[in-house]
């Protein structure tokens, strides 16, 4: 099993950048899974904000983040990573990443993914 664990979370000021951190906790690599990135606010549903596939690199986001937020990989550290840049107040939430093998037109489905790591805040303060 592949369970993941993100890192990289704080507090930041409207406008400024954060980058997210998933790696395996369990030494399993991402190879043949895509992994994506959820985040959920106070009193709100878990949406989806960006996955990438592992093998071929594609990658899909929300509308609400193109453009200001890039998710990519680096297959020497087994680490998938979300830069978050132009943050807003809205961003503030726990932002999961989760692992599955999820077709193209499900990759925004929180049912798509099996494994889940626990978490980690971003802030945006105004």
């Known amino acids: 099993q592949v369970q993941p664990v993100e890192s990289g979370g704080g507090l930041a000021q409207a406008g400024d950048s954060l980058r997210l951190s998933c790696g395996a906790s369990?030494?399993?690599?991402?190879?043949?899974?895509?992994v994506a990135w959820f985040r959920q606010a106070p009193e709100k549903e878990r949406e989806f904000v960006a996955a990438i596939r592992w093998s071929g690199g594609n990658k899909w986001y929300a509308d609400s983040v193109k453009g200001r937020f890039t998710v990519s990989k680096d297959t020497a550290k087994n680490t998938v990573y979300l830069q978050l840049n132009s943050l807003q107040p809205d961003d503030t939430a726990n932002y999961s990443c989760?692992?599955?093998?999820?077709?193209?037109?499900?990759?925004?489905?929180?049912?798509?993914?099996?494994?889940w790591g626990p978490g980690t805040q971003v802030t945006v303060s105004s």
């Open positions: 369990s030494g399993v690599t991402f190879s043949g899974y895509s």
């Open positions: 989760a692992v599955g093998r999820p077709i193209a037109s499900s990759v925004s489905q929180t049912s798509s993914y099996y494994e």
